[in-house]
């Protein structure tokens, strides 16, 4: 689950949640999750493993060298940094909230919906065609070539709203390109970058905090480690194949639905509001 969900716009702990829910799972622990999620992010590793190496060497290399500065992989560098700053400090400044109140279902179910409506609209807006005369053309979308400090500050804030379960990383920072004027492509592509320092940052230091644990069964850990990576490899390149020629409606569809269903389930009583809260 946690590979088939995290890179696309419909939140993995929204499925992480609803899955402990239903199945009466135990909490797998902080190790588990944690080291699950860096299987996930290996995937973007390697799967954008050129496009990284890239911007890794030609940055620590501009740090001595000032004519790489203004090179376009040190710049990228640099505005992932930039792009990360956000969610770090709003990750430790409201650590005891995402937590505890933000693991309302209810939340979850509200964030679902309307972080959908608000992809929906982004992705309108880049499918709006530009009048020219008499003739309707596509409008000219912004690349990665064309990010600026501005927009990398702007899409880190939005990835730091997927601090709120249900929000969805991908979904969030992409809506956020969309808006700013960016290719689905590109919007996308930065979002999966910009995700890795992030991620990996807070995997390490949770695995960091869990080494302590006892309980850990290394084997089912590295078994579903495996599985998530391999998994999330494949749903990257299923994705980003997609939205050269799709668009997010269809998931824009599928979150306004799921989260009408947890809405109602809760409402019902079939699912507690905090049922799997420990969970993803």
């Not at 954008?48 to 376009?72: E, K, M």
Request: hydrophobic share 50%.
């Amino acid at each position: 689950m946690q590979g088939l969900t995290e890179f696309l716009p419909i939140s993995s702990s929204a499925h992480l949640r609803l899955t402990a829910a239903f199945s009466g799972w135990d909490d797998p622990g902080a190790l588990f999750t944690a080291i699950t999620q860096i299987g996930t992010e290996t995937a973007i590793l390697i799967y954008f493993r050129q496009d990284i190496f890239a911007i890794v060497t030609t940055w620590c290399r501009s740090l001595v060298n000032r004519g790489l500065r203004s090179d376009p992989n040190a710049r990228m560098g640099w505005l992932l940094i930039i792009g990360s700053l956000p969610i770090g400090v709003l990750g430790l400044t409201l650590q005891d909230q995402i937590e505890g109140p933000f693991r309302d279902l209810r939340i979850t179910a509200t964030m679902l919906i309307v972080m959908g409506l608000v992809l929906g609209l982004a992705d309108r807006r880049a499918g709006d065609a530009v009048v020219i005369g008499r003739h309707a053309a596509p409008g000219r979308r912004k690349e990665l070539q064309d990010l600026t400090v501005r927009d990398g500050l702007i899409y880190g804030f939005c990835q730091a709203l997927a601090l709120v379960p249900g929000v969805s990383r991908s979904g969030a920072t992409t809506s956020g390109g969309l808006f700013m004027g960016y290719s689905r492509a590109a919007a996308a592509r930065y979002a999966f970058l910009l995700a890795v320092p992030a991620v990996m940052a807070s995997g390490l230091f949770s695995i960091s905090e869990a080494l302590d644990d006892p309980d850990v069964t290394w084997g089912p850990t590295l078994l579903a480690t495996v599985i998530s990576f391999a998994v999330g490899y494949a749903v990257i390149a299923w994705f980003m194949k997609f939205i050269e020629t799709k668009s997010f409606m269809p998931f824009v569809i599928y979150r306004v639905v799921l989260g009408v269903v947890i809405i109602a389930l809760v409402s019902f009583g079939v699912i507690e509001p905090l049922a799997g809260e420990h969970t993803g």
